[in-house]
């Protein structure tokens, strides 16, 4: 069974950073590429960030470029995004999620979620 | 970049059948597409990819009463026989050129 499991979000103040993490079970991790989304309260969800399977290729919304860095350890089978110079808006469930891609990418599973809270 | 774009609200009566829809921008028909549920308080679930051509291909245990279908740019979810915990946020799911990840609005299903 495909699991994702996301730790590591908690209150943080403006401008500071915080790094959440996904353990990763059920599948061969270093296979999959895999991506960031959010989800701030009562909105729609907002793709954050890709990571390729071995982490070669990165990809990010405008939205957190220069900000947050997304990486993996394969051998960990672990997905991290480290954020820094946190603002209000960046309050949000994360979550991590497995990604399907070809010609074509979409997710195909998703970890439960963790919240992070930017405020003073 | 494409864009998709989803009706915010839609509703139908236990047992009868809905079918949303998930439309891509002008340049964009032959996209494929995924439909995601996030019911209250939850995590999404990937329910099924489509294709441009209407075939498609769900998660697993999605039950049968989800179905996909396309025409042109329009991209369809039909649930039949509704259930009460059909109840749900329902999301679609794009691939840009320029790499970047794209979400519809979402549409947030009554099920009366």
């Known amino acids: 069974e495909v699991q994702l499991v996301e730790s590591g979000g908690g209150l943080v103040q403006p401008g500071g950073s915080l790094r959440v993490s996904c353990a990763a079970s059920g599948f061969t991790f270093s296979s999959y590429e895999m991506d960031w989304v959010r989800q701030a309260p009562g909105k729609g969800l907002e793709w954050v960030s890709y990571i390729s399977s071995s982490g070669g290729s990165i990809y990010y919304a405008d939205s957190v470029k220069g900000r947050f860095t997304i990486s993996r350890d394969n051998a960990k089978n672990a997905l991290y995004l480290q954020m820094n110079s946190l603002r209000a808006e960046d309050t949000a469930i994360y979550y991590c999620a497995r990604v399907v891609s070809g010609s074509y990418h979409y997710v195909d599973y998703w970890g439960q979620g963790t919240l992070v809270t930017v405020s003073s | 970049q494409p864009v998709l774009t989803q009706s915010s609200s839609a509703s139908a009566s236990l047992g009868s059948s809905v079918k949303l829809t998930c439309t891509l921008s002008s340049g964009h028909s032959s996209y494929i597409i995924a439909w995601h549920q996030q019911q209250p308080g939850k995590a999404p679930r990937y329910l099924m990819k489509l294709e441009s051509s209407g075939s498609y291909n769900k998660g697993s245990g999605v039950p049968d009463r989800f179905s996909g279908s396309s025409s042109g740019a329009d991209r369809y979810l039909t649930i039949s026989n509704l259930q009460s915990d059909d109840e749900a946020d329902y999301y679609c799911?794009?691939?840009?050129?320029?790499?970047?990840?794209?979400f519809g609005g979402g549409t947030k299903l009554t099920v009366l």
């Open positions: 799911e794009t691939w840009g050129s320029n790499t970047r990840g794209v």
